[in-house]
Structure formats: C-alpha cells, structure tokens
C-alpha cells in the first residue's frame, strides 16, 4: 500500500477508532468485574492475565495513535512514498557508469556510456501510466525511467500546462520547470496538496499570467535513507547526471519542450533548493534560471547528505564556490527565498558574488522550515520566472 493518499489515511483512522472501542470495552467490562463477589479463586487467578490484557491495549491505542499522527503529517508533506522509502531500503541505483561529455540540453542523444560517441541515440518513447498516489491529480503523468547516462531508475511525473493539447498551439514547443522536493521526499509533493503547483499555476497559465510550463518532478530519494546532494559521486550514484541530463532527455524526447537552455529552469525547496542552485549554476548549457525557497549553499546543511560527509565534495557542491569558481560568469538568474538563519545570508552571499551575466534576487521570508511556508511563493516565484522565461 502506498504510504500517501486516502487509503492509508482511512485505515489508519479506523484502526485507531478500533483500540480506543477495545480499549473502552475492557474497561467497561472491567467495571462489571469489580462489581461481582471477589472470593471466587479462579478469578483471582485470572487477574494478572487481565492486567497484561489492559496494557497491551493501551500499548496498542498508543501505537495506533502514533501511526496516525506519521499518516497525518506524511499525507500532509509528502515525505515517503513506500515502505522501502520509509526504512531506507530502497535502492534506485542500477549502475554507476561514467557520464559521456555534457554537450549541454540538446546534445545527449550520442552514445550511451560505452558505446562508439559517434552513435547517434534516437528519440526513446517512453510509457506513461496514471501516478502511483492517488494525492496526485489525475492530470499528472508518471513515467518509470530508466536513467541511460546515469543508471538512476524512478519514477518522473509530467504535467503539461493548458495549451499543450489546444489546436491553435499544436504546432508550439513549452518551456520546462524541474520541480525539485526537500529530504526526505516524494516526487509527488509538487502537484499534491503540499505543495498544489498545478491547481495555483493553472489558471493563472490561462490567463497568460504565468508562461504555460512543463512541469516535471523526478525523484530525487535515490539511496535509501542517504542524501545524494544532487552529485555525481563516482561508485555510488550519478544523482545530478540523473536530474540534469537523464530526465530532461526523457521530456525532449516525448515532449513538444524547447530544445535550448534559455527555456529551461529549475524550482526546489529546502535539500531541492540547494539542489536547483547548484544544477543551474553548474549546467548555463542546460538551465536559464532556478528557484531555490530556504535552500542553503554549504552542503553540510543536510549534514546526512554524501556531499556534507566528503570535504572535498563539501567544497565544490557549494553554490557559491561553483559560481566564483565559473571561468564566465554563467548566464542564469537566480530568486532565493529565506528567513534570517534559514538561507537569507546564503542569498545575500551569492547575490554579493554574482557578476554579469549572473543576476541574484534575494527575497526575505518570515515563516518557518516547512511546505506551508513555501506553498503559497509558488506563484509570486513563477510570476518572477515569467518575466525571465515570457511566453512566446
């Protein structure tokens, strides 16, 4: 079963209602007990059996209460979504090859890892199928990807915007957002209620408020219970090729999506915050702008994550060090949300760095670390993105 959407949420609730009626009962039955003569040895023999039979029901009214409290805030946050998830079983890593040359968003249908360079890859049609939680909207696309650069295999969720399917624009290609999730996290965060990207950009795509983008959510949980930090870490996992290569292939290849990287950007929160700064930074071939809501620059700020444990990962994974470190300042525009102590100075810090081309717009918040702090910047942020990325 999966660990988000009505399903759990209903048996969670109704297993919880049962301890309580149980727990209810047995009291009640208890009372009708002490109301009986009491000289009776059998039943006082009986005693210590009822005593372990009142605490395993309230061990039980206590475990169900927990159990849905993690269904409750879980649904709400959309942090696992399966078991394997959950106890950091799952593994998403089918190889560890290493990448071809970037030859930037329109240049990876070559070789694949091992095979001749000069082999052209054709376009790869790739099935789509409803998405797996049913807290994501039946508008949304779930695509199963296998990774051919990476060797990353998870799940991608596609929402095309209002337009895509009108005849007057069947001849239009659509700009793409990479929706990017904190850790942990599910790809479906973005379009379910945590987050509601869709059902706010909607109707603001049809009125021509905000450019009709692509949206697409990859999986981002590669490694159990460990943070990738986005990176490539050789013999491990190849997580930025996955999300800045692998995926935007995939959209191009089954997508009427722009081929150029001045129609492509990226949107994260929290871990997916630092990791948009970091994928844009890194790839102006490939990416025009990124969003970052409380991100942070020094990867040691999710301190589980591989990036934070190698130093010398710790230092060339820094958003900040990749942009000084640029032999030309990149061509992207970067809006960096957060909080004094919660990435404000790291904003502040890159907007100090940052050289023409390269524009930084810092922007204070005041709330805490959560999904309800960022839900309601999706549309300031894509209405700021719009005027990077107009129409056309």
Not at 230 to 242: I, L, Q, R, S, Y
Not at 249 to 265: C, G
Not at 330 to 343: C, E, F, Q
Request: charged letters at 20%.
């Amino acid at each position: 079963m999966n660990l988000t959407g009505t399903p759990l949420l209903v048996l969670a609730t109704v297993l919880f209602a049962a301890s309580i009626a149980l727990a209810m009962a047995q009291w009640l039955g208890r009372g009708a007990y002490f109301g009986r003569v009491r000289e009776r040895t059998a039943e006082q023999r009986r005693r210590p059996l009822r005593a372990l039979s009142y605490l395993g029901t309230v061990l039980l009214c206590q475990f169900t209460a927990v159990a849905l409290v993690f269904v409750v805030v879980n649904d709400e946050n959309q942090l696992y979504d399966s078991w394997g998830d959950l106890l950091g079983t799952a593994s998403h890593v089918r190889a560890v090859p290493v990448p071809p040359k970037d030859e930037g968003l329109a240049g990876d249908r070559t070789a694949a890892p091992g095979e001749p360079s000069a082999a052209p890859v054709p376009k790869v049609p790739q099935a789509f199928h409803a998405p797996d939680s049913d807290s994501v909207p039946r508008t949304v696309k779930q695509a199963d990807l296998k990774g051919r650069l990476s060797g990353v295999d998870g799940e991608v969720l596609v929402w095309t915007p209002p337009q895509y399917d009108d005849p007057a624009y069947k001849d239009k290609t659509f700009p793409v957002v990479e929706l990017l999730v904190g850790f942990p996290g599910s790809s479906s965060a973005w379009f379910g209620d945590t987050m509601d990207a869709t059902k706010q950009l909607e109707p603001l795509m049809k009125s021509g408020q905000v450019t009709p983008f692509i949206l697409v959510s990859p999986r981002v949980t590669l490694l159990g219970n460990t943070d990738t930090g986005c990176a490539d870490v050789p013999g491990k996992v190849n997580a930025e090729t996955w999300l800045s290569r692998d995926v935007p292939q995939m959209i191009v290849d089954n997508f009427r999506a722009d081929t150029t990287p001045d129609r492509w950007a990226l949107s994260g929160y929290s871990a997916g915050a630092h990791c948009a700064l970091r994928l844009a930074l890194a790839h102006p071939n490939r990416y025009r702008a990124a969003i970052s809501m409380s991100g942070y620059n020094n990867p040691a700020g999710e301190p589980s994550s591989l990036t934070a444990k190698d130093p010398k990962l710790r230092e060339t994974s820094n958003p900040l060090y990749i942009l000084t470190h640029a032999p030309t300042p990149p061509n992207v525009a970067l809006y960096v949300t957060g909080k004094r102590g919660d990435g404000l100075e790291d904003a502040t810090a890159l907007q100090q760095a940052a050289k023409s081309p390269t524009v930084v717009t810092p922007a204070e918040t005041t709330g805490a670390h959560l999904t309800s702090t960022w839900k309601p910047l999706v549309v300031p942020t894509f209405k700021w993105l719009t005027g990077i990325i107009p129409p056309r």
